[in-house]
């Protein structure tokens, strides 16, 4: 039985306002509020950034604004639920699209959030990471988890355009969110890339693990793509074809809080993924695809990015009915299963 609750404006003025000086309110009139019935309440709404009109904006910001003058030259996709100050593509991510030009240098820091790129557009650039240069190629998730020096330089000729995903709402939120700037890095030899290029085989470790929590910084997408379509060829009645970017020596997560994936949709095909609790993101690699997320339908081409809430079946239909389409997919799900609070309601 569901009584109705008290509210502020049934009790005495004076007595509000005693329990104020003391710094303190009444749970009743609120309670409903912060413990909505059998689901939370959510800001984030399902929104849509198209490539076309975000890239000449983003080119812009190139003749505005020196990248000295930027450190990082990055346009925020920001969820209007959220409200676009708060720079939230939901409760825990960030999204940005951000231009490195030619001969650019966006100088080396490291910070508490984490952070993963995926390359959208450009040859020619490089991050690199915890002294590993790591060349960025489109489709490309390079890795600059919590803690971890970066940088990122750009050799070649055109413009580069990657999209930055981030952990840095829930971050600031914990007011835990700070960075450190650093020197130029010294580009050492060896890539976690390069060791840990085929799955199953790692170097081996005669009596432990690497004793970097994060081998692997870069997953190139030529390698995703082909596992996306052995996994499909060679199981013809999956409907989720779908990998998960994962840390090779531990089989986890590749990073600690958001999770990365890159789902295959078939020639064609719609699939409805179910509504589990982390909000999520989706980014067309390649193809042209429709997101049907809450009442809304998104109609996504290459380098398109759209975000949904938590608790929410999405449907992705390819409309590409002779060629297979590629989603970069990043969610809240290792948070939300380390808090315990995950839950997929099908
Ligand atoms: O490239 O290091 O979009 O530090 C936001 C913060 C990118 C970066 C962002 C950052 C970076």
Redesign the pocket.
Known sequence: MTHELGRLEDLPENYVQDLRDLNVVPLWPSLRGVLPPHIPTRQTQPTHWPYKRLKPLLLKAGELTPIEKAE?R?LVLANPGHGLDKMQASSAMYL?M?LLLPGEW?PS?R?TPN?VRMIVEGEGAYTTVDGEKCPMHRGDLIL?PTGLW?E?GHDGTDPVIWL?V?DLPLVYYMEASY?VNGEPQKVLTGRGDRQYAHGGVVPTRVFERSQKPYPMLRYAWTDAKAALQALAEDNPALEQVQVTYTNPETGGDAENILGFYALMLRPGQSLRLPARSPAQVFHVIEGEVQAQIVNRQFHMVEADTCCAPGYEAVTLTNLQADKASFIFIADESPLHRKLGVYENRG
């Open positions: 990082r990055v940005g951000q966006a820091h910070h952070a600059t970066h990122h930055d981030l960075h």
